[in-house]
Each structure stands twice: as C-alpha cells, then as structure tokens.
C-alpha cells in the first residue's frame, strides 16, 4: 500500500527541514559547521527476492556534518582566535571531561584560565618561569596573574661610529675629563641599565679621543664616574684602540667588566651597586663620518605588571607586560580525527570523541596536518544560506509530494469502496 512510502516520505522530508532549520539557525554561530541529511531506501524482500520488488519507502540514514573551512572574520580582539585549517581546540570541562570545538572565543576566568562562554578551559602546554614552554601532557592553560620580577643588568652591548676626523681632547693639564666641560670630550651618549631591585641607573660615556686610533671611554652613573684613579679624579673604564682602517677595534679583547656603584637616583633612592656588568663595544668602528649610535642595549629591566596576552600562529601564548617585556606562557595544543564525521554533536559549539571518530591525533598548530592559528579573528559558520533556503524549497516540495501520495492512496481505497 502507498501509505507507508508517502509516510517514510513525510518524515524524511521533515527531517530534512530540521536539519536545514537547524542549519539556518546556527548561520551566525562561530566555529558552527553545516549538516545534511542523507536519506536510505527501504526494500521488504523475501529471500531469493526479485527485481521487480517495489520499495517501502525511505529513511534517514545519517545525518552527516560538513567540516570545511569556515570563512575567517578579523574581530580585533586579542584573546579570539581562528583555526586556518585541520583541528579542533580541546577543552576541558570542570568535571575533567574533554571536548572539542572550532569556537575560539576565549576569555580569562578570574583565577587567569582560559575559557569559553561554557566556563570549559582550553588545553595546552605550560611555560616554566623563564618562558620555556615544556611539552608534555596538556593541561588547562592558566595565564600569570603576578607580575614579572625585575631583571638586573649583565651585559651591555655597544655599536658605534667614531669619527676618526675629530681632533684630540685630553687636557693638557688638570683633571683627564670633565663632564660638564664638553671641550675635554668629543661625544656622548646614555642609556637606562637595572639593578636587582629593578632601579633605573642612567648611565652616560664620554668619548674622549686620546691619540690617532686610541679613544678612552669614560662613564657615569646618575653622574658619578663608576671609575676613578688614585687622586679621585674620573679614569677611562676602558680604551678603544682602532686599526689603520678604523675597522673592527684591536682592543679591548672581548668583553670589559664594569662595576657600577651604588648612586643615588632622582628621587633620592639609593640604587643596589651592579658588579661585573660585560661591555661589548666590538662593534664600534672609526670612520671618517659624523658619530652616530646604531646599536646600544642592554638585557635588564624594571619590574613589570601583566598587561594583556597574545597568540601566535603556532599557538604559543605570549604575556606583555608593562616595562614592555614578552614572555611565553604557554602553548595551546590542537587536535585532528581520522574520521571527524564520527564526532558526536554535544551542544555548545562542542564534539564529543566517539569509537567512529577514533581517537584524536594531538600536536601544535602548523605541525603535521594541522592548521594554523590567526589571533584576533574568529571562524563564521561554513553554512550557504543562499543555498539552504534553495534546499528548503525542495524539501518543502517533497513534503508536499508525498502527502499528495497519501491523498491520491486515500481516493483510490475510496473508489474501491464505493464498488460495491
């Protein structure tokens, strides 16, 4: 009888207009991926059947997602990020339950985990306390709340030009250099070094060109010269000699310690004395040209308050913090499916592993067959809307089909009846 296959035909076609509603639904939601519905043919055949048998209808055989690529929109927020390409971010819920979603809209809890709008934290590798991630077992990533302690100054690197034109100014009598006469010195320069306590000590040198080739380097701290000599006048903290050329320097040899005391700063707070500090001066040279600085740093620095985080493309967490240090904090982990279509809708922009799904396959992003990470963007929903309000149609139409099977059945048992 007709009735059963217009009937399988109804609640197919139904089917097919929840899945497209459902898809229309979700047209805005990130990380969303499109469904279909495929649909199987019913046969009731007896054994040794023939090929003449007539179908029963139909039935919802699956209703199978699409992960492709979602369309990727640039949300200028630090803490959103997209997947270009394979994966899935793994969350872990607070019952230690993980799932899997392609939403990165991430913030931080009050306790500095990373979470979703469903409170689960994202799962990735730690950082130590010098930045260095440490692989391993991924766990819930959690973002310093402290601030970053200060560093004290140990090297000082130094590139320079000398201008080998200039004339001779060691004094003929008197102190060897006076700072605040400018005609006992050819150049000078400052820069801001760190104590242990993160203090800032400005630090300046003089450039005192000695003879052809020789230039002495004296410095100050806060104005004080960290070097003296037996009458407690300023001594050169070391001497640059320079070849014919005014190539690379002959001396000094490598690099020259110095020992900056303790001064006072500019509120009148005494500094912590900073010893053995390497000065790299290898890179001046002495050309006939005007003196310039093209290099002077230095790797310390004040203590520093968390200021914001960011991702980058292979998904290492970087920490900025106020005296405008970075530091890693971490590293998310990512993870792929042999078969994704496997994976069980849970709700909340999430998948469940499942025994179709097989295990997921773990790793960084950009390794392997994984995608890459753009921070500051979110992945829309890879559902057509153009093409699903064209596929509602033809369910519509198939939804009016076969109930017009039903009717057309209905009219002919009528017509049966009324035989007698």
Known sequence: MGFQQGLSGLAASSASL???????????????????????????????????AIGIGTKVAAVAQQFTQGTISTTGNPLDVAINGGGFFEMSSTSGAISYTRNGEFKTDNNGYIVNDQGQQLMGYPANASGTIIPGTATALQMPTAGLTPAVTTSISMEMNLDATSAVTVPASGPPIA????????????????????????????????????????????????????????????????????????????????????????????????????????????YGSTFGVTALSQDGYAAGSLTGVTFGSTGIITATYSNGQTKPAGQLEIATFQN???????????????????????????????????????????????????????????YQANAQTIKTEDQIMQTIVNLR
């Open 18 to 52: 929840d899945v497209i509603g459902n898809n229309i639904a979700n047209a805005n939601t990130y990380g969303a991926k499109a469904s279909r519905a495929e649909f199987a043919d019913l046969y009731a055949n007896a054994i040794g059947g023939t090929s003449n």
């Open 179 to 286: 700072f605040a006469d400018p005609t006992t010195y050819n150049n000078a320069t400052s820069q801001t070094v760190y104590d242990a306590k993160g203090q800032q000590v400005a630090l300046t040198y003089y450039f005192q060109k000695a003879s052809t080739d020789t230039w002495n380097v004296y410095v100050a701290a806060n104005g004080t010269p960290i070097a003296t000599d037996a009458s407690g006048n300023p001594a050169p903290s070391t001497t640059i000699t320079f070849p014919t050329n005014g190539g690379t320097p002959t001396a000094p040899v490598g690099t020259v310690a110095l020992d900056i005391p303790s001064v006072t700063n500019g509120v009148g707070a005494t500094t912590v004395p900073i010893t053995g500090v390497a000065l790299d001066v290898s890179g001046a040279t002495q």
């Open 340 to 398: 994704p279509q496997g994976l069980e809708p849970t709700g909340g922009n999430a998948w469940a592993q499942t025994a179709a799904s097989g295990g997921p396959i773990v790793g960084v992003p950009g390794s392997g067959n994984l995608g890459v990470l753009q921070a500051g963007a979110l992945e829309d929903s890879n559902v057509d809307l153009t093409g699903e309000l064209v596929n509602m149609i033809t369910a519509q139409r198939d």
